[in-house]
């Protein structure tokens, strides 16, 4: 009986989820246009005097911006009908030509009036949601800055969150996974932004519960936080909401308890992945409903991009350069002689020092999770090997959960379970 409760209530948990989710959608959609005309021509004229990918720093692929899928979804929101609301909001359509690139192609339609002949269906785009109400009183440099208040506010928030209740050890890997990922170039982006502002976010009330002993929905949490991962996000770094914020309750469970709790870190991984593939599942069949077409063709295809594609490379390099790639970003591998010094430093000290200093009698279970946890982001770029090996240079962010992983791995392994993982009390 308490059984069929609760499948019920994540029942209805879900598709209320789905219900708000779609109604924020129209709500955004029946904005007049007029009512965000100025700032949109205003941030159209920007990304158009701006590169696709635009390096920060010369010569460092991992400070790339993606203004083209920026440009994208600037476009969607602009030519949602407030006349068609749901309709609009269910094709996701922009203005696009073979002959011009996306910044462009942009600024002629907001300039132009020229009206959406590309679909986008296959994402949410719930990120328009947020950024065309927004768009009534800022432009996106507006809003760049906006999203980095946010991400510097939450990251505090949680920094202080994990000092107050002397979680030291994950402050300093959540602060190393912050740095090594180049973080600060992820609020110049909207398509980097949404995942670390729900992975922040999720890691703040998750740690909170934790440490009140009060994570009884654990699945329900994690179910939700993986439906508006896949509302939000633009397939950028989409497994930080699950890792960052599952890597923190299991430090705390094994400071409590002495040992991580396998039947919560499983609830958790098996209830996002229900939620961020469910959701996925319900905008192609809402869109199918909706607009009284077959969307198959749309998904397939984008499936088949995504997890094969043909750049006219070897299949092994393909998979090896998925992976190889992503490693190469990190930071300060791509910063100079100095940079790749620096990184070899760290690894080779790593290895020493695990090696010489390397404990006897460790929890070998908790060992094997944080490893398989840290791997998690590499099987994830072999998997959907095209999509990790050609946009790299933002894929890369994902490894912030292996930093964090490994982390905890060499600490156990060095100085054992009594790694301030007992609370004094």
């Excluded at 208040?149 to 920094?159: K, P, R």
């Excluded at 940079?339 to 080779?348: E, N, Q, R, S, Y």
Aim: hydrophobic fraction near 50%; charged fraction near 15%; include cysteine.
């Amino acid at each position: 009986m308490r059984a069929g409760l609760n499948v019920l209530k994540y029942i209805a948990v879900f598709i209320m989820t789905v219900a708000a989710a779609t109604a924020l959608l129209v709500a955004a959609a029946l904005i007049p246009r007029d009512a965000i005309r100025n700032n949109m021509t205003e941030s159209a004229e920007f990304l158009k005097d701006g590169e696709l990918f635009g390096e920060k720093i010369k010569g460092v692929d991992g400070s790339k911006i993606d203004c083209y899928a920026d440009s994208i979804l600037l476009g969607i929101a602009y030519q949602y009908d407030s006349g068609h609301p749901l309709e609009s909001v269910m094709k996701s359509a922009y203005y696009y030509t073979e002959y011009q690139n996306e910044n462009v192609n942009l600024y002629d339609a907001v300039t132009g009036e020229y009206e959406a002949n590309q679909q986008y269906m296959r994402y949410w785009h719930g990120s328009i949601a947020v950024v065309r109400p927004l768009m009534m009183f800022f432009n996106i440099q507006q809003i760049y800055i906006i999203n980095a208040v946010i991400i510097a506010g939450l990251t505090a928030w949680l920094m202080v969150i994990l000092i107050r209740n002397k979680a030291y050890l994950p402050a300093v890997a959540a602060a190393c996974g912050l740095i090594l990922t180049s973080s600060w170039y992820v609020p110049m982006s909207l398509e980097y932004t949404w995942t670390y502002i729900i992975m922040l976010f999720a890691s703040c009330i998750g740690t909170l519960r934790a440490f009140k002993g009060n994570m009884r929905d654990t699945g329900l949490f994690f179910m939700i936080t993986g439906m508006i991962t896949s509302y939000m996000d633009f397939l950028t770094t989409e497994t930080l909401t699950l890792l960052v914020p599952l890597l923190l309750i299991i430090w705390i469970d094994i400071r409590n308890k002495g040992h991580a709790d396998v039947k919560k870190i499983l609830k958790s991984v098996l209830f996002w992945s229900i939620g961020y593939i469910g959701m996925w599942l319900m905008k192609w069949g809402l869109a199918a409903v909706i607009l009284r077409e077959n969307v198959m063709p749309y998904i397939t295809g984008h499936v088949r991009e995504r997890l094969g594609g043909d750049i006219g490379i070897a299949p092994w390099r393909y998979y090896v350069g998925a992976v190889t790639r992503n490693i190469r970003h990190l930071f300060p591998w791509e910063y100079g002689p100095a940079g790749i010094a620096g990184g070899v430093f760290i690894i080779l000290g790593a290895i020493y020092t695990g090696y010489v200093y390397k404990r006897k009698n460790i929890n070998k279970c908790n060992i094997y999770i944080y490893l398989i946890l840290a791997i998690i982001p590499y099987i994830r770029y072999i998997v959907l090997h095209n999509h990790s090996y050609v946009h790299s240079f933002f894929t890369y962010r994902a490894q912030m959960a292996t930093i964090m992983a490994g982390g905890f791995f060499f600490v156990v392994l060095i100085v054992g379970e009594t790694a301030g993982f007992r609370h004094n009390t």
